[in-house]
């Protein structure tokens, strides 16, 4: 008893992506399809290729002729199909192929990926005009709504860098459309992408500017107070 249990156990496991269970249904398949599809990759992995409507009924319950019946509809539905295959004998031999089921998973995958992303997206877009009516502390008007879909989809800003210069704007006194575009197009004209990029670009001309303002007042006792980028004056 014990050496038959073992050697059940001893069969091994086969390869299922989990992304088949989680997506069968959103393939429109049903339990039954499923389960047979698990089986015919259950023979593949096990050496044989190409089993037989009596072979998967026996492990299934369904009849040899519904098992018939969900192959036909799996192979005229683009989800296995039977390939003929030759040995080095040259004998011919069909065999099935699950990769159509594959590449279906993948086209779900990437499908659900981009929906994710159009949605993240959507979340950004809507928490960047937020941002900028609070800052503002007003709604915006139809011209400066266009002008932020702009920034976005013409000129491809990230809504991160898009905050970053309203911030920039912000803590330079000058709170305007016009002088946020002109801090947008610096910054991509010198190849800026990421909130660091920004912050030591800012960095830079801050402490330049310190500078030339320390050597102009060496004689002054007032402390030169750290100076904003204008950026309209660049």
Known sequence: MKSTIISWLQEG?????????????????????????????????KGNQFPTPDELSSRMTVSIAECNELLRRLIQRGFIEI?????????????????????????????????VDEESKKTEETDLYTCFEKEFGRPLSPFECESLAMWMDDDHHDPIIIKAALREAVMSGKLNFRYIDRILFEWKKNGIKTIDQAKNHGRKFRNKQLQNKKASHDDSEQPPTVPFYNWLEN
């Not at 499923?34 to 089986?39: F, K, T």
């Open 13 to 45: 496991t086969i390869t299922v992506p989990a992304i088949l269970f989680s997506e069968y249904r959103n393939l429109n398949l049903n339990e039954y399809e499923l389960v047979l599809l698990l089986n015919i990759m259950t023979f593949i992995e």
């Open 83 to 115: 390939m003929d295959e030759y040995s080095h004998d040259g004998i011919r031999f069909e065999k099935y192929s699950v990769t159509p089921l594959l590449e279906k998973l993948v086209e779900q995958f990437l499908i659900k990926s981009k929906h």
